[in-house]
């Protein structure tokens, strides 16, 4: 069974330039060219390609736009994102769309076959560049959900010191600090935690790592 491609790009030259090579593939066929995203969208209903060469700055609708309908439209058709850009603000928002695959324009004929052919069998096909900045995004959303962001360094130090059930008087023994400031921290760190006492300060920073539970 060959694969059933659609090209989606608002550049002529760059659709007649993928129907020229790929026709010379076996085991692909060329079902549908699309001017804009839009068009795009209507010709992946009504073909049900395999696959989508999609561009990503097209007139009438975007490419992220369009990926994002055709995957609610019609899920099964695998989306390969072929474009010029590779920065964070068109990476992320296409694979969030649901695009399977994301290559750049500079890739050789022959890469492009393999990453269709990859793509059409369930696997994620991404250019290097597009990978770092998953990655980058994935090490971003991690320190983002760090729970104790919201504490100043001197507030987690106060509450290290409370989950080894420490008072106020040997906190501030502990840190150099006044009875009155470690006050002054535990109250920050009881309404930035959200939580009711230091009992419960503790336990947060136990369950979330901040102290080992000896």
Known sequence: MAIRVLIADDHHVVRRGLVFFLKTQKDIEIVGEAKNGEEAVELAKKLQPDIVLMDLVMPVMDGIEATREIK?????VEILMLTSFSDQEHVIPAIEAGAAGYQLKDIEPDE?????RR????EKTLHPKATTHLF??????ETKEDPFSVLTNREKEVLQEIAKGKSNKEIAASLFITEKTVKSHVSHILA???VADRTQAALFAVKHGLVKDE
């Open 192 to 194: 930035k935690l959200n």
């Open 119 to 122: 793509t059409v069998r369930g």
């Open 72 to 76: 609610k439209s019609v899920p099964n």
């Open 136 to 141: 980058q995004r994935f090490t971003q959303k």
């Open 112 to 116: 492009l076959v393999e990453a269709i």
